[in-house]
């Protein structure tokens, strides 16, 4: 988990520390940020959802890209992607609020670490796509 938020501190221009102290830290304020900039919860929600635990709620591996797909679509895809992580994030946000379980604690944090550095790959893809 230190890795991946020193790696988001580091793209980032922040002070490394491989912390978030709390949402209104350095670090806490861009990630807020990011979430913000990237993710609107009432455009491209998707039905449905799990309760389960991290043990349960893997996210599925992104899908191959088609060889014929263009610009537009690739963007669209992206986008997709980013808005069913960003669900997943929230959900489990909302699960390390809910348990006092170190181990629980542990697996989330190092999830959310994963997706994190997921939706900054998403952002250099679509920044990269926009800027053609």
Do not use: C, W
């Amino acid at each position: 988990m230190f890795d991946g938020l020193e790696k988001f501190q580091k793209a980032n221009g922040l002070t490394v520390d491989g912390a978030v102290k709390n949402k209104d830290s350095e670090t806490g304020r861009a990630l807020n940020k990011a979430m913000a900039e990237y993710y609107n919860p009432s455009v491209r929600k998707k039905a449905g959802g799990t309760q389960d635990g991290p043990e349960e709620a893997k996210l599925p591996p992104a899908p191959p890209e088609p060889p014929d797909e263009s610009t537009e679509e690739k963007i669209e895809r992206l986008l997709d992607e980013r808005d069913d992580i960003a669900d997943e994030i929230v959900d489990l946000r909302e699960q390390m609020g809910n348990t006092n379980d170190h181990d629980l604690l542990g697996e989330i944090q190092e999830k959310l670490t994963d997706l994190f550095l997921r939706v900054g790959e998403i952002t250099r893809e679509l920044i990269e796509l926009r800027s053609q």
